[in-house]
């Protein structure tokens, strides 16, 4: 199996923009072990409802939360609600984006590397193509103009890892207090093959959130249906 970066295309021929924020997020916050202030970017969970919980209006805007004990408290009063296993860094964002939306789209849009929203009939023709573990958590964007499309956001869990050997010596173990990964991304990134996902064509890798990667099966779906708005470049594997 080969497998994809996918990212935001340089040349872009629809105008779309979002202009938004999503419904909850966790803290950044300090770590008292690697003395790191930090936020993640990029790890977010649009089909997760924190609206059940206490602590939600809080969650509402980000902060800094100093107290990284207060910080662990929130992540796992959130940890029922995402899925089995993900880490919940400082900064994972929840629920739908908020905000508002203008231009063209195509059925694909990546306004972030790390961000991939696509129309619903989009979705629903990957899903008749047989492409594994792809949800759509739905937006809350308005649109000023008439005949909006209906944009949903994919949730990205993150699965595969980088390669040790293409990780500068002394970072690819993180820390153990936080979980932060301090090290820039590669120039010639290599996957570690017994890392990747079996059961997924679509995921982030767990030690470098902001690179989504697609499998063959998800690439070759996304040439033979034309969904051709996202940059895809192969990895290697060892």
């Known amino acids: 199996m080969t497998f994809y970066r996918l990212d935001s295309p340089e040349d872009w021929s ?19 072990e690697c003395d790191a202030t ?3 970017a990029s790890d ?15 969650l509402e805007e980000p902060y800094l939360e100093e107290d990284f004990e ?7 009063l959130v940890r029922p ?9 400082p900064g994972t964002k929840f629920g739908p984006l908020v905000g508002s939306a203008r231009g ?10 790390w961000r991939l929203l696509i129309r619903r009939e989009a979705l629903e ?8 573990g792809l949800e759509g958590g739905r937006t809350q964007l308005r649109f ?3 005949q909006a499309p209906e944009l949903l956001e994919l949730q990205i869990e993150p699965h595969g890892l980088l390669h040790r050997d293409c990780i500068p010596p002394g970072k690819a173990v993180p820390c153990g207090r936080c979980g932060r990964h301090g090290f820039s991304f590669p120039d010639k990134p290599i996957l570690d093959r017994a890392s990747l996902p079996e059961h997924l064509d679509l995921f982030r890798l767990a030690n470098f959130t902001t690179v989504i990667v697609a499998s063959e099966r998800l690439v070759e779906a996304i040439h033979r249906l034309g969904f051709e708005e996202v940059s895809i470049r192969e990895l290697h594997l060892r």
């Open 81 to 89: 609600l995402v899925p089995a296993g993900v880490p919940l860094w």
């Open 14 to 32: 629809c105008t779309g923009e979002v202009n938004a924020n999503y419904k909850w997020g966790l803290p950044g916050t300090h770590c008292p």
């Open 125 to 132: 023709q990957l899903h008749a193509e047989g492409i594994r």
């Open 104 to 113: 063209t789209f195509g059925q694909l849009f990546m306004p972030y590397a």
């Open 70 to 76: 207060e910080f662990v408290r929130l992540r796992e």
């Open 144 to 146: 000023r103009q008439r």
């Open 38 to 40: 930090w936020s993640s």
């Open 44 to 58: 977010s969970y649009p089909c997760t409802d924190l609206s059940g919980l206490p602590e939600a209006k809080k």
